[in-house]
C-alpha cells in the first residue's frame, strides 16, 4: 500500500512551523488514539500513520530530508548508515511512541513536573518563625531582632557544589535531561534520573565544605519591623529570607507568625479593648470617679452615675488598637464590678442592716424579681 503525503496525514501545509506540526499531530493522536476507538477498527492503523508523520516532520533535519526525497528519505538507501536505520536515528516504521511522548509531555508535564531539562537548581525551602508579642507592642509596633537556624550559600564553592567552584557537568545517564525514559508497552514512561535525582547535573569534585549541596547549615540574626495593630495570626513575610537553595537555586522566604499575649488588665476584641473596672457599693449607688490605665500607658478618669449595676459599660472613643493598616483607632470600654465588701467590722454590719431596712424601696429589680417568683408559685398551687 502506498504512503500518503505526510503533510496530508497531519492536515498542515509544507511551510508550517514546529508548533503548528505538533498541535495538528496533537488532534490526530486524539482523534485516533485506540483506547478510545475501540469500534474503529482503523483507528490504529491512522494513529500509527499520524505518529509515523509526526517523528518525520517534528525534527527540522528529518523535515528537510522529507521535503527533497519524500518517502525514500527514509528507506535506507540515501547513505544515511545502514542497519536499517533512517536519518535521524529514525527506525523504519516510525518511532510513534516515542512521538506520542513527546506531545503526553507537552500536555501533562506541568502536572507530572514538567521537562527535566530546566531543573538544574531548586528553590529553596520557605520557613516559619512563631513569635510573641505583647499587647503594648502589637499597639504602638516594634523592632525585635530574632535567631534563626538556616542555611546559606556555601563560600567556599559559591553555592555550585564543587571544589573550588567548579561548574557542574551534565549528568551523562540523562544527557542533562534530568529524567530517563523506559519503554514499558505501548508507552514511553519519564521517570526522575537515578545519577542526579532530577538535577540534570552532576558535580565531579563535590565541596569538602558543604559536601556537593552547595549551602551549609547556620544560625542568622535578623531584624524584624512589627507595624502597629497586628494581631495573633498576623504573617509578616521576610522575602529571600529563608533556606538557601540547593546548588545556587534560590532563596526561599521567611514567614514571621506573631501572637499577642494576653493582658492582665485588657482584653481585646477586634480594633476594641474591654476593661473590667472594680467599684465599691457606695459608688456604684452614689455615683463618683474612677481612675483607669489606658494602652499607652497613660490614665483617665470615668465618672460612673448613681444607681449603677455591675457590667455597666462605658465607652471611651479613641482609645483602642490602631486597626492594622491606619484605618481608625477602636474604641476602650470600661465595665463595671460592683463588689460586695468581705471581712465587715461589728460596726458596718450593723449600719448595712440599717440600710437594708430603709432601702426596701430602692431596689427595683430584686423587688420586681421577687414578684415574679411569687406570682410562679402562685400559678403551680392552682
Same mark, same amino acid.
Given at each position: 500500500?502506498?504512503?500518503?503525503d ?16 505538533k ?7 486524539r /482523534? ?25 516532520l517534528?525534527d ?65 525551602s ?19 531582632? &530574632? ?25 551523562? +545517564? ?11 508497552g ?34 542568622? +540574626?535578623?531584624?524584624?519591623n &512589627? ?6 495570626? +498576623?504573617? &509578616? ?5 529563608g ?16 501572637e499577642? /499575649? ?50 455597666? /459599660? ?30 465587715? +467590722?461589728?460596726? /458596718? ?26 406570682d ?7
Amino acid at each position: 500500500m502506498e504512503k500518503r503525503d505526510f503533510y496530508e496525514v497531519l492536515g498542515v501545509s509544507r511551510d508550517a512551523s514546529p508548533e503548528e506540526i505538533k498541535k495538528a499531530y496533537r488532534r490526530k493522536a486524539r /482523534q485516533f488514539h485506540p483506547d478510545s476507538n475501540g469500534d474503529d477498527p482503523d483507528a490504529e492503523a491512522k494513529f500509527k500513520e499520524a505518529s509515523e508523520a509526526y517523528e518525520a516532520l517534528k525534527d527540522p533535519e528529518r523535515k528537510a530530508a522529507y521535503d527533497r526525497f519524500g518517502h525514500a528519505a527514509f528507506d535506507g538507501g540515501m547513505g544515511g548508515g545502514g542497519g536499517g536505520r533512517r536519518p535521524g536515528g529514525m527506525h523504519p516504521g516510525g518511532d510513534f511512541a516515542s512521538a506520542f511522548s513527546d506531545v503526553f509531555e507537552d500536555l501533562f508535564g506541568d502536572f507530572m513536573g514538567g521537562r527535566g531539562g530546566g531543573r538544574r537548581a531548586s528553590r529553596g525551602s520557605d520557613m516559619r518563625y512563631n513569635m510573641r508579642i505583647t499587647l503594648e507592642e502589637a499597639y504602638g509596633g516594634a523592632s525585635k531582632t &530574632i535567631t534563626v537556624p538556616t542555611s546559606v550559600i556555601c563560600d567556599a564553592c559559591e553555592g555550585s557544589g564543587a571544589e573550588g567552584g567548579a561548574e557542574p557537568v551534565g549528568c551523562p +545517564t540523562c544527557s542533562g535531561m534530568g529524567r530517563v525514559r523506559a519503554q514499558q508497552g505501548f508507552f514511553t514512561v519519564e521517570r526522575t534520573c537515578p545519577t542526579c535525582g532530577g538535577a540534570g547535573q552532576i558535580v565531579k569534585n563535590p565541596c569538602k565544605v558543604c559536601a556537593g549541596a552547595g549551602r551549609v547549615e547556620t544560625e542568622r +540574626t535578623l531584624s524584624v519591623n &512589627i507595624p502597629p495593630g497586628v494581631e495573633s495570626g +498576623t504573617r &509578616i513575610r521576610l522575602s529571600g529570607e529563608g533556606e538557601a537553595g540547593l546548588r545556587g537555586g534560590p532563596t526561599g522566604d521567611l514567614y514571621i507568625f506573631l501572637e499577642v /499575649q494576653d493582658h492582665p488588665l485588657f482584653a481585646r476584641d477586634g480594633v476594641n479593648l474591654h476593661c473590667r473596672v472594680p467599684v465599691s457599693i457606695a459608688t456604684a449607688a452614689l455615683g463618683g470617679e474612677v481612675e483607669v490605665p489606658t494602652i499607652d500607658g497613660g490614665r483617665t478618669r470615668v465618672r460612673i452615675p448613681g444607681g449603677s449595676q455591675s457590667g455597666r /459599660q462605658m465607652r471611651l472613643r479613641g482609645k483602642g488598637m490602631p486597626a492594622l493598616r491606619g484605618a481608625g483607632t477602636g474604641d476602650m470600654f470600661v465595665e463595671l464590678a460592683v463588689e460586695t465588701p468581705v471581712n465587715l +467590722t461589728a460596726r /458596718q454590719k450593723e449600719l448595712l442592716r440599717e440600710f437594708e431596712k430603709l432601702s426596701e424601696e430602692n431596689n427595683p429589680e430584686s423587688r420586681g424579681f421577687f414578684d415574679k417568683v411569687k406570682d410562679f408559685w402562685e400559678s403551680m398551687k392552682s
